[in-house]
């Protein structure tokens, strides 16, 4: 069982920065995906960026390319999302997700709020 705990969310000005961690606790497995989604008001849940486990590939949504960098510490079992020239549509929020290639279950943190506004 895999427990993600979220944090880094806040209240930011447009242009802004801020950058989220979320904290993997429990049987990581090497060959999973990690990534960082986002709910906004009204909304459906969307991908923002995800990252391979062992591979450290990325991928991004179209939205925030250019603008966010999703990396791991796999010795730290964290990943992070650097989220730079933050907009009023970056508002929501984040959630952090794991996924074992494997084929178990996939793994839900509790969210943290992230708000552009100014």
């Known amino acids: 069982q895999v427990q993600l705990v979220e944090s880094g969310g806040g209240l930011v000005q447009p242009g802004g920065s801020l950058r989220l961690s979320c904290v993997a606790s429990?049987?990581?497995?090497?060959?999973?995906?990690m990534g960082w989604y986002r709910r906004a008001p009204g909304k459906q849940r969307e991908s923002v960026a995800t990252i391979t486990r062992f591979e450290g590939s990325t991928n991004y949504a179209d939205s925030v390319k250019g603008r966010f960098t999703i990396s791991r510490d796999n010795a730290k079992n964290t990943v992070y999302l650097q989220m730079n020239s933050l907009k009023p549509e970056d508002t929501a929020v984040y959630y952090c997700?794991?996924?074992?290639?494997?084929?178990?279950?996939?793994?839900w943190g509790q969210g943290t709020q992230v708000t552009v506004s100014s």
């Open positions: 997700n794991y996924v074992p290639y494997s084929g178990g279950a996939s793994t």
């Open positions: 429990g049987n990581i497995f090497s060959f999973s995906l």
